[in-house]
Protein backbone atom coordinates (compact mmCIF):
# COMPACT_ATOMS: atom_id res chain seq x y z
CA UNK A 1 0.00 0.00 0.00
CA UNK A 2 1.14 3.39 -0.90
CA UNK A 3 1.78 6.15 1.81
CA UNK A 4 0.61 9.50 1.08
CA UNK A 5 3.29 12.02 0.47
CA UNK A 6 1.09 15.08 2.61
CA UNK A 7 3.97 17.95 0.95
CA UNK A 8 1.91 17.00 -1.73
CA UNK A 9 -1.85 16.62 -2.27
CA UNK A 10 -4.85 16.60 -4.36
CA UNK A 11 -7.85 19.08 -3.32
CA UNK A 12 -10.92 20.96 -5.06
CA UNK A 13 -11.05 24.02 -4.79
CA UNK A 14 -14.65 24.85 -5.99
CA UNK A 15 -15.76 22.42 -3.61
CA UNK A 16 -19.54 24.28 -2.38
CA UNK A 17 -19.34 26.98 -4.74
CA UNK A 18 -19.79 24.33 -7.88
CA UNK A 19 -23.67 23.15 -7.72
CA UNK A 20 -26.01 21.72 -4.99
CA UNK A 21 -25.54 19.26 -2.71
CA UNK A 22 -25.98 16.12 -5.08
CA UNK A 23 -23.34 17.89 -7.59
CA UNK A 24 -20.88 18.78 -4.47
CA UNK A 25 -21.16 15.11 -3.32
CA UNK A 26 -19.94 13.66 -6.33
CA UNK A 27 -17.41 16.21 -6.51
CA UNK A 28 -15.97 15.11 -2.79
CA UNK A 29 -16.55 11.74 -3.47
CA UNK A 30 -14.79 11.68 -6.91
CA UNK A 31 -11.49 13.48 -5.97
CA UNK A 32 -11.40 11.44 -3.02
CA UNK A 33 -11.53 8.34 -4.63
CA UNK A 34 -8.98 9.49 -6.78
CA UNK A 35 -6.40 10.14 -4.57
CA UNK A 36 -6.81 7.63 -2.36
CA UNK A 37 -6.64 4.93 -5.38
CA UNK A 38 -2.92 6.49 -6.21
CA UNK A 39 -1.66 6.97 -2.42
CA UNK A 40 -2.02 10.62 -2.62
CA UNK A 41 -2.92 12.66 0.06
CA UNK A 42 -6.33 15.09 -0.14
CA UNK A 43 -7.89 18.27 1.23
CA UNK A 44 -10.93 19.85 1.10
CA UNK A 45 -11.95 23.95 1.70
CA UNK A 46 -15.51 23.49 4.03
CA UNK A 47 -18.35 22.84 2.72
CA UNK A 48 -21.85 21.64 4.12
CA UNK A 49 -20.61 17.95 4.08
CA UNK A 50 -18.20 18.84 6.98
CA UNK A 51 -21.04 19.95 8.74
CA UNK A 52 -23.57 16.67 8.07
CA UNK A 53 -21.18 13.73 7.94
CA UNK A 54 -18.91 12.00 10.12
CA UNK A 55 -15.56 10.95 8.43
CA UNK A 56 -15.02 14.75 6.72
CA UNK A 57 -12.10 16.97 7.22
CA UNK A 58 -11.48 20.43 5.84
CA UNK A 59 -8.40 22.17 5.25
CA UNK A 60 -5.73 22.67 7.86
CA UNK A 61 -4.21 26.60 7.72
CA UNK A 62 -0.81 25.09 5.90
CA UNK A 63 -3.47 22.92 3.27
CA UNK A 64 -5.60 25.66 2.81
CA UNK A 65 -2.36 27.83 1.96
CA UNK A 66 -0.78 25.08 -0.46
CA UNK A 67 -4.14 24.04 -2.19
CA UNK A 68 -4.97 27.89 -3.63
CA UNK A 69 -1.11 27.66 -5.70
CA UNK A 70 -2.12 24.42 -7.01
CA UNK A 71 -2.38 24.05 -10.62
CA UNK A 72 -6.10 23.22 -11.95
CA UNK A 73 -6.48 20.07 -14.30
CA UNK A 74 -10.24 20.74 -15.90
CA UNK A 75 -11.53 17.85 -16.46
CA UNK A 76 -13.61 17.04 -20.00
CA UNK A 77 -17.42 17.19 -18.99
CA UNK A 78 -18.57 19.98 -20.20
CA UNK A 79 -20.92 21.16 -17.54
CA UNK A 80 -17.59 22.22 -15.76
CA UNK A 81 -16.95 25.02 -17.80
CA UNK A 82 -17.87 28.56 -16.81
CA UNK A 83 -21.06 30.40 -18.00
CA UNK A 84 -18.21 33.40 -18.42
CA UNK A 85 -16.39 30.89 -20.41
CA UNK A 86 -18.86 29.56 -22.99
CA UNK A 87 -20.21 33.12 -23.16
CA UNK A 88 -16.28 34.01 -24.57
CA UNK A 89 -16.15 31.33 -26.99
CA UNK A 90 -19.49 31.84 -28.51
CA UNK A 91 -18.92 35.18 -29.19
CA UNK A 92 -15.27 34.85 -30.20
CA UNK A 93 -13.62 36.87 -27.20
CA UNK A 94 -11.60 33.16 -26.36
CA UNK A 95 -9.92 31.09 -29.11
CA UNK A 96 -10.67 28.43 -27.12
CA UNK A 97 -12.24 26.56 -24.10
CA UNK A 98 -10.03 25.57 -20.98
CA UNK A 99 -7.79 22.60 -21.96
CA UNK A 100 -9.07 19.26 -20.80
CA UNK A 101 -8.41 16.22 -19.62
CA UNK A 102 -11.01 13.10 -19.27
CA UNK A 103 -11.00 11.37 -15.97
CA UNK A 104 -10.24 8.06 -17.47
CA UNK A 105 -6.89 9.74 -19.19
CA UNK A 106 -6.36 10.99 -15.42
CA UNK A 107 -6.72 7.08 -13.81
CA UNK A 108 -4.13 5.82 -16.90
CA UNK A 109 -1.45 8.52 -16.32
CA UNK A 110 -2.05 9.88 -12.61
CA UNK A 111 -1.24 13.57 -11.33
CA UNK A 112 -0.57 14.68 -7.82
CA UNK A 113 -0.06 18.02 -6.36
CA UNK A 114 -2.86 19.01 -8.43
CA UNK A 115 -6.38 20.99 -8.18
CA UNK A 116 -9.70 19.20 -10.16
CA UNK A 117 -12.47 21.24 -11.54
CA UNK A 118 -15.27 19.47 -13.06
CA UNK A 119 -18.64 17.87 -12.15
CA UNK A 120 -17.30 14.19 -11.93
CA UNK A 121 -20.42 12.78 -12.92
CA UNK A 122 -19.61 10.59 -16.27
CA UNK A 123 -19.70 7.43 -17.08
CA UNK A 124 -16.08 6.36 -15.35
CA UNK A 125 -17.07 8.23 -12.50
CA UNK A 126 -20.40 6.37 -12.08
CA UNK A 127 -18.33 2.58 -12.59
CA UNK A 128 -15.62 3.40 -9.84
CA UNK A 129 -18.33 4.71 -6.99
CA UNK A 130 -20.15 1.50 -8.26
CA UNK A 131 -16.64 -0.37 -7.46
CA UNK A 132 -16.21 1.47 -4.35
CA UNK A 133 -19.26 2.01 -2.60
CA UNK A 134 -18.52 0.10 0.63
CA UNK A 135 -15.68 2.34 0.99
CA UNK A 136 -17.78 6.13 -0.30
CA UNK A 137 -20.39 4.95 1.95
CA UNK A 138 -18.63 5.48 4.89
CA UNK A 139 -17.35 8.69 3.95
CA UNK A 140 -21.15 10.15 4.13
CA UNK A 141 -22.26 8.63 7.67
CA UNK A 142 -24.69 11.27 9.24
CA UNK A 143 -22.85 12.74 12.77
CA UNK A 144 -24.24 11.37 15.79
CA UNK A 145 -26.12 14.77 16.79
CA UNK A 146 -28.17 14.71 13.41
CA UNK A 147 -28.71 10.81 12.97
CA UNK A 148 -29.94 10.67 16.87
CA UNK A 149 -32.30 13.81 16.44
CA UNK A 150 -33.80 12.71 13.46
CA UNK A 151 -34.11 8.98 14.01
CA UNK A 152 -36.18 9.88 17.21
CA UNK A 153 -37.96 12.43 15.77
CA UNK A 154 -39.03 9.74 13.15
CA UNK A 155 -39.13 6.67 15.85
CA UNK A 156 -43.01 6.41 15.55
CA UNK A 157 -43.28 6.20 11.56
CA UNK A 158 -43.90 2.71 9.87
CA UNK A 159 -41.16 2.46 7.48
CA UNK A 160 -42.11 4.73 4.23
CA UNK A 161 -41.50 5.28 0.55
CA UNK A 162 -39.52 8.54 -0.34
CA UNK A 163 -40.18 10.51 -3.15
CA UNK A 164 -38.15 13.22 -4.44
CA UNK A 165 -39.66 15.67 -7.21
CA UNK A 166 -37.59 18.28 -7.90
CA UNK A 167 -39.24 21.40 -10.58
CA UNK A 168 -37.13 24.77 -10.38
CA UNK A 169 -34.26 24.30 -12.75
CA UNK A 170 -34.97 21.16 -14.15
CA UNK A 171 -38.12 22.66 -15.27
CA UNK A 172 -36.42 25.61 -17.14
CA UNK A 173 -33.84 22.77 -18.47
CA UNK A 174 -36.90 21.08 -19.92
CA UNK A 175 -35.73 17.44 -17.91
CA UNK A 176 -38.67 17.66 -15.49
CA UNK A 177 -40.41 14.00 -15.01
CA UNK A 178 -44.30 14.42 -15.78
CA UNK A 179 -46.37 14.36 -12.21
CA UNK A 180 -48.31 11.62 -13.02
CA UNK A 181 -45.36 8.79 -13.93
CA UNK A 182 -44.52 9.69 -9.90
CA UNK A 183 -48.06 8.93 -9.27
CA UNK A 184 -48.57 5.85 -10.99
CA UNK A 185 -45.01 4.73 -9.85
CA UNK A 186 -46.25 5.35 -6.40
CA UNK A 187 -49.55 3.67 -6.69
CA UNK A 188 -47.64 0.68 -8.25
CA UNK A 189 -44.69 0.18 -5.65
CA UNK A 190 -46.57 1.70 -2.51
CA UNK A 191 -48.46 -1.49 -1.15
CA UNK A 192 -49.85 0.65 1.73
CA UNK A 193 -46.62 2.25 2.69
CA UNK A 194 -46.67 6.05 4.41
CA UNK A 195 -45.30 8.55 1.35
CA UNK A 196 -42.86 10.72 2.37
CA UNK A 197 -42.17 13.62 -0.21
CA UNK A 198 -39.24 15.58 -0.65
CA UNK A 199 -39.73 18.55 -3.34
CA UNK A 200 -38.53 22.25 -4.07
CA UNK A 201 -42.10 23.47 -5.00
CA UNK A 202 -43.90 24.09 -1.50
CA UNK A 203 -46.82 23.20 -3.34
CA UNK A 204 -45.98 19.65 -4.12
CA UNK A 205 -47.74 17.78 -1.31
CA UNK A 206 -51.54 18.90 -2.23
CA UNK A 207 -50.24 17.02 -5.21
CA UNK A 208 -50.11 13.63 -3.15
CA UNK A 209 -52.42 14.49 -0.90
CA UNK A 210 -54.44 11.09 -1.33
CA UNK A 211 -51.68 9.32 0.32
CA UNK A 212 -51.76 11.54 3.01
CA UNK A 213 -48.15 12.51 3.05
CA UNK A 214 -45.80 11.96 6.01
CA UNK A 215 -45.41 16.22 7.11
CA UNK A 216 -42.52 16.54 9.71
CA UNK A 217 -40.88 19.28 11.16
CA UNK A 218 -37.35 19.73 10.53
CA UNK A 219 -36.22 18.86 14.34
CA UNK A 220 -32.67 20.47 14.16
CA UNK A 221 -33.49 24.45 12.94
CA UNK A 222 -29.96 25.01 12.17
CA UNK A 223 -29.34 22.92 9.61
CA UNK A 224 -31.03 23.15 6.42
CA UNK A 225 -34.14 21.52 5.57
CA UNK A 226 -32.53 19.78 2.91
CA UNK A 227 -30.31 18.03 4.85
CA UNK A 228 -33.18 16.71 6.84
CA UNK A 229 -35.24 15.85 3.19
CA UNK A 230 -32.59 13.86 2.52
CA UNK A 231 -31.64 11.74 5.72
CA UNK A 232 -35.66 11.04 5.04
CA UNK A 233 -34.65 9.99 1.77
CA UNK A 234 -31.99 7.71 2.70
CA UNK A 235 -34.20 5.97 5.25
CA UNK A 236 -36.71 5.12 2.79
CA UNK A 237 -37.62 1.61 2.05
CA UNK A 238 -37.85 2.41 -1.64
CA UNK A 239 -37.03 5.80 -2.88
CA UNK A 240 -38.33 7.60 -6.57
CA UNK A 241 -36.37 9.79 -7.56
CA UNK A 242 -36.50 12.52 -10.61
CA UNK A 243 -33.23 11.89 -12.31
CA UNK A 244 -31.36 14.55 -9.84
CA UNK A 245 -28.12 13.50 -8.06
CA UNK A 246 -30.12 14.53 -4.80
CA UNK A 247 -31.92 11.27 -4.71
CA UNK A 248 -29.37 9.41 -6.95
CA UNK A 249 -27.36 10.10 -3.83
CA UNK A 250 -29.96 9.00 -1.26
CA UNK A 251 -30.49 5.42 -3.01
CA UNK A 252 -26.60 4.87 -2.70
CA UNK A 253 -26.14 5.55 0.52
CA UNK A 254 -29.45 3.67 1.84
CA UNK A 255 -28.07 0.56 -0.51
CA UNK A 256 -32.24 0.17 -1.20
CA UNK A 257 -32.73 -2.02 -4.20
CA UNK A 258 -35.99 -0.33 -5.17
CA UNK A 259 -34.82 2.59 -6.66
CA UNK A 260 -37.18 4.17 -9.26
CA UNK A 261 -35.96 6.48 -11.32
CA UNK A 262 -34.88 8.09 -15.07
CA UNK A 263 -31.20 8.35 -15.87
CA UNK A 264 -29.45 11.02 -14.10
CA UNK A 265 -30.58 14.25 -16.23
CA UNK A 266 -27.53 15.16 -17.43
CA UNK A 267 -27.13 11.88 -19.17
CA UNK A 268 -30.45 11.90 -20.81
CA UNK A 269 -29.67 11.76 -24.84
CA UNK A 270 -31.47 13.97 -27.46
CA UNK A 271 -34.98 12.65 -27.63
CA UNK A 272 -34.77 10.58 -24.09
CA UNK A 273 -38.48 10.00 -23.12
CA UNK A 274 -38.02 9.61 -18.98
CA UNK A 275 -39.15 6.79 -17.20
CA UNK A 276 -39.39 5.83 -13.78
CA UNK A 277 -37.92 2.41 -13.53
CA UNK A 278 -35.96 0.06 -11.06
CA UNK A 279 -32.41 1.41 -11.27
CA UNK A 280 -29.23 -0.44 -10.17
CA UNK A 281 -26.72 2.05 -8.37
Known amino acids: ?107 AHPRDHKNLFGYLQ ?3 SLSLLAQHKEKVRTWFSFHDKISSAYTKATRNLSPWIGVHVRRGDLVKRGVTVPLHSFL ?10 PVFVASDDPNMHS ?37 STFSWWAAYISGTQEYYAPLLTHLWPAGYIPVLEQQSI
Open 1 to 107: MMVPDFSFMITFRSLGQLGRFGNQLFQYAGTRLYAETHGFAHAFPTWIGAQVFNNIATYTLTEQLLASILPTIQLDDIQSYGVKQKIAFALGLSPSLPYTVSLSSLY
Open 122 to 124: DHK
Open 184 to 193: EKLDSVRNGR
Open 207 to 243: EFAHCDPIRIRNPLPEVPREIFDFWMLTQSRAIIGCG
